[in-house]
């Protein structure tokens, strides 16, 4: 136990601190933020929790909860992620997040594909490549500074010393996601700050795009949504009646394949022959939503008004129009009647034995 000794009085005993906060940040002795980022990240996750119960009982569309959750939860996140994302591991731990984030948004079981999730909500950025733009603007931001302002003369000190910083591991991680730093991109474009964001996030966004190319390769979904869905703000900008902005979650869920439409014994099942969960036809399991939407005796006054609506052809096939955006002939009908296929569907489900 160390003492502070002054002239004239009792040694008072020096108490050592594992953390101490700076910047409005709690910062760990041993300068790991992984703990902490963990911790603000389950905040988060507790606020996208509460937000997607409301989605789920219909009390918010899932367009205004989006723009919810990135005004109050991403807003408030965001704060100091350039520090936490150079956190060893901290790219997983984020991607993890945001993926669970995606999913509880559309009521999707954890086992299910996160950039369905993803591109339904209109994200086109991971956790990481979130945090990884702010990591570019906040380096651009120093980069900038006067030659004789003191916090930037430590952050280009610390650069050029080489020994272990924010500054070098902050380099390694745009250079993992090929963003020119701020002064090879200056002497090349001589742009602003705010076009070096637009630059950074253009790189950054493409390499998101590419890992959910990959990781959708052959999947279903990408012939309904090849890339990643505006539905939620168009529809909103459009100015939908609210019932079909409630309904916009379960066209997602339809086009996610979230719905299950058949049956075997009032129980999910891997059969081959199974029965269709409102009228009892006979289908195989892939024939569900083809067979609700355009043939299922069930769901005649759905089809009926999707059929009525201006500018829906004559024989045009519902199915067909799931990957329809809004403002698109029928898109209003269609998504209402999803939103009753979705209820229906859930409760079959929540009586089955
Ligand atoms: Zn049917």
Redesign the pocket.
């Known amino acids: 136990m160390f003492h502070l000794r002054l002239v004239g009085r009792p040694p008072v005993p020096i108490h050592p601190v594992e953390q101490h906060l700076w910047l409005g940040l709690r910062w760990q002795h041993e300068q790991n933020f992984l703990p902490l980022l963990n911790q603000r990240l389950a905040a988060a996750g507790a606020q996208c929790a509460s937000l997607a119960g409301l989605v789920a009982n219909g009390g918010v569309p899932l367009a205004v909860a989006m723009a919810t959750f990135e005004m109050v939860i991403e807003g408030s996140f965001r704060f100091g992620r350039w520090l936490l994302a150079v956190a060893p591991g901290a790219s997983e731990v984020l991607n993890a997040a945001y993926e669970g984030w995606a999913r509880s948004f559309i009521g999707a079981p954890p086992w299910r594909n996160a950039m369905v999730a993803a591109s339904e909500l209109g994200w086109p950025l991971s956790g990481a490549g979130r945090a990884a733009v702010d990591v570019a603007v906040r380096r651009a931001t120093l980069w900038a500074l006067p030659e004789d302002d003191l916090y930037g003369a430590v952050f280009r000190g610390s650069q050029a010393a080489g020994h272990p910083s924010w500054a070098r591991a902050s380099l390694c991680l745009l250079q993992d996601w090929g963003v020119e730093d701020w002064p090879i991109w200056k002497a090349r474009c001589a742009g602003s700050l705010a076009a070096y964001k637009a630059y950074a996030k253009t790189v950054i966004t493409g390499r998101c795009l590419a890992a959910r190319a990959q990781a959708l390769d052959g999947h279903p979904y990408v012939q309904l949504r090849p890339c990643v869905s505006q539905d939620l703000a168009k529809g909103y900008a459009l100015g939908l009646p609210t019932s079909c902005l409630r309904a916009q979650r379960s066209v997602s869920r339809l086009r996610a394949g979230l719905l299950t439409l058949t049956h075997r014994n009032r129980r999910r099942s891997w059969a081959r022959l199974q029965y269709?969960i409102?009228?009892?036809?006979t289908l195989a399991p892939e024939e569900g939503l083809s067979?609700?939407l355009n043939?299922?005796?069930?769901w005649t006054k759905g089809r009926a008004a999707f059929g009525q609506a201006p500018g829906v052809g004559a024989g045009a096939e519902p199915g067909a129009s799931l990957g329809a955006e809004p403002g698109s002939p029928g898109y209003q009908q269609l998504a209402e009647w999803a939103g009753a296929l979705d209820s229906s569907a859930t409760e079959f489900w929540s009586g089955a034995p």
């Open positions: 269709c409102f009228c009892e036809a067979h609700a043939v299922c005796g069930a």
